[in-house]
């Protein structure tokens, strides 16, 4: 299926695996094999991967920083491509409070970027694991603010392999979700909004939303994928899933190697050699008693990825 696409590489001398394990890449540390591996050394040839995998018809599968994806327990017939994980951060201010950076950089270094240049504004950030690109797919987010809020505009490659610039509404950006999150546009660069301050307040204050989260989240070192469940309506108001979930009595509970976490009822851990299978199991169970308890319908945030390679 993939052979053109092994060839193309081959000639470039750009490395990929077949049949490769797909876990090793993922904070959940949940999926078998997948058809065909690339780890994008760079910025360049992750865009030339998904120009020619799109003009093939079958574009990849592009994983960020794996913070908040599974895979299937057997094989996925997919082509998946690694962001590279870029040496130094690409970014630059532009001017006028945007900065421009590149998709494949991660949140922490970015932010201590940020610091010493004073940019403000993106400090929600901090403790969030994964790369900018996998962030604004998901709208990721965190005391009251998201990428939404500071997006302006981006570099993509679409459907059909054209590399194109887009605005912030091109995203369709809702709460933890954008047309990026389940769909096969990839980001390269983000243009986002900041506001220009003290580098010592910036540091301060990624310093602070850091240490709140590792005071009341399970330790960073777990596989897991941070929150598991959306958080649900109420009368109107967004509630904690974690309370919902805790209330129903649900801290503790296992299926095979899962666990619902005792520190923050929200987040499931992989205590070993959890499976996709274990994980569908323990996410019906926590579904099914919280409907039945509390009469809420919670929903999904992790991105499942089908044996055919589709998010869902
Ligand atoms: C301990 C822990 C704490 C967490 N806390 C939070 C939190 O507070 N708030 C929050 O919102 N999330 C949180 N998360 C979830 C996760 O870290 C975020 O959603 C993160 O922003 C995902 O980024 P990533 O690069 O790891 O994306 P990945 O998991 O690699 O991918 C996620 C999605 O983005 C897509 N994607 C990745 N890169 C690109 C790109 N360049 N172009 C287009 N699409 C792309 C993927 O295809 C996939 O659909 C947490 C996770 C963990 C493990």
């Known amino acids: 299926?993939?052979?053109?696409?092994?060839?193309?590489?081959?000639?470039?001398?750009?490395?990929?695996?077949?049949?490769?394990?797909?876990?090793?890449?993922?904070?959940?540390?949940?999926?078998?094999?997948?058809?065909?591996?690339?780890?994008?050394?760079?910025?360049?040839?992750?865009?030339?991967?998904?120009?020619?995998?799109?003009?093939?018809?079958?574009?990849?599968?592009?994983?960020?920083?794996?913070?908040?994806?599974?895979?299937?327990?057997?094989?996925?017939?997919?082509?998946?491509?690694?962001?590279?994980?870029?040496?130094?951060?690409?970014?630059?201010?532009?001017?006028?409070?945007?900065?421009q950076v590149q998709a494949a950089v991660r949140n922490g270094p970015f932010l201590a970027w940020c610091a010493v240049l004073g940019a403000g504004g993106m400090e929600f950030l901090s403790g969030i694991p994964g790369t900018l690109g996998g962030a604004v797919a998901v709208n990721a987010g965190a005391f009251g603010r998201s990428m939404s809020d500071v997006l302006l505009g981006a570099d993509i490659v679409d459907e059909t392999g054209a590399r194109r610039a887009v605005d912030a509404a091109h995203f369709d950006f809702r709460y933890r979700d954008s047309r990026f999150k389940l769909g096969r546009e990839a980001v390269l660069s983000l243009r986002l909004r900041f506001a220009a301050g003290d580098g010592a307040a910036v540091a301060k204050k990624t310093r602070e939303h850091l240490e709140y989260r590792v005071r009341r989240h399970p330790s960073y070192r777990l596989a897991s994928a941070g929150c598991f469940f959306k958080n649900p309506l109420l009368n109107g108001a967004k509630t904690s899933a974690g309370i919902v979930i805790e209330k129903c009595g649900l801290k503790g509970t296992r299926c095979g190697d899962?666990?619902?976490?005792?520190?923050?009822?929200?987040?499931?851990?992989?205590?070993?050699?959890?499976?996709?299978?274990?994980?569908?199991?323990?996410?019906?169970k926590i579904r099914a008693t919280v409907a039945a308890r509390a009469g809420i319908v919670l929903e999904r945030e992790v991105i499942y990825v089908s044996p055919d390679g589709e998010k869902y």
């Open 1 to 99: 299926m993939f052979a053109p696409l092994v060839e193309w590489l081959r000639r470039r001398r750009i490395p990929f695996s077949e049949n490769a394990p797909i876990s090793p890449h993922l904070y959940f540390r949940i999926g078998g094999l997948v058809s065909l591996l690339v780890p994008a050394p760079t910025m360049e040839v992750f865009a030339a991967v998904l120009q020619e995998l799109a003009a093939a018809g079958s574009p990849a599968l592009v994983i960020g920083g794996g913070s908040n994806i599974v895979f299937p327990d057997g094989l996925t017939r997919a082509a998946v491509l690694l962001a590279p994980a870029p040496p130094q951060v690409e970014a630059r201010l532009l001017g006028d409070g945007v900065l």
């Open 258 to 284: 899962l666990a619902v976490a005792e520190e923050h009822a929200n987040f499931l851990l992989n205590r070993g050699h959890g499976t996709f299978a274990d994980l569908q199991r323990l996410e019906e």
